[in-house]
């Protein structure tokens, strides 16, 4: 399986963008999925993540109640609603898939290292 993120681009400070990340095909796998980002000269930080069944979310304060993540099972496709960008929000993002098991469908993972797949990445640019 492979990731495609899609929906970056310049956007001017305030405005929204809405990223998504489909995977190449269906699988009898089920997965966390999870949001990252990479500005120049940074390390890459978490962003988002959400748990195989959609019911649970988390962020880091950064980006809490500005960002909202989702994700539609049916098309294999997670989504990175983004709101009231800041210049500080501009990076690449990348899309995160970690297989989970029988009991673990309640689990996100916020760490990048917890992730196997990842997407080929996305410029966000926030210009002020």
């Known amino acids: 399986v492979q990731l495609q993120a899609s929906g970056g681009g310049l956007v001017q400070a305030g405005g929204s963008l809405r990223l998504s990340c489909a995977a190449s095909?269906?699988?009898?796998?089920?997965?966390?999925m999870g949001w990252f980002r990479q500005a120049p000269g940074k390390e890459r930080e978490f962003v988002a993540a959400?748990?195989?069944?959609?019911?649970?979310?988390a962020y880091p304060d950064s980006v809490k109640g500005r960002f909202t993540i989702s994700r539609d099972n049916a098309k294999n496709t997670v989504y990175l609603q983004m709101n009231n960008l800041k210049p500080e929000d501009t990076a690449v993002y990348y899309c995160?898939?970690?297989?989970?098991?029988?009991?673990?469908?309640?689990?996100?993972?916020?760490?990048?290292?917890?992730?196997?797949?990842w997407g080929q990445g996305t410029l966000v640019t926030v210009s002020s």
């Open positions: 995160a898939a970690r297989e989970v098991y029988y009991g673990e469908s309640s689990y996100y993972y916020t760490k990048d290292y917890e992730y196997a797949l």
């Open positions: 095909r269906r699988t009898r796998s089920t997965y966390a």
């Open positions: 959400i748990t195989w069944g959609g019911g649970n979310t």
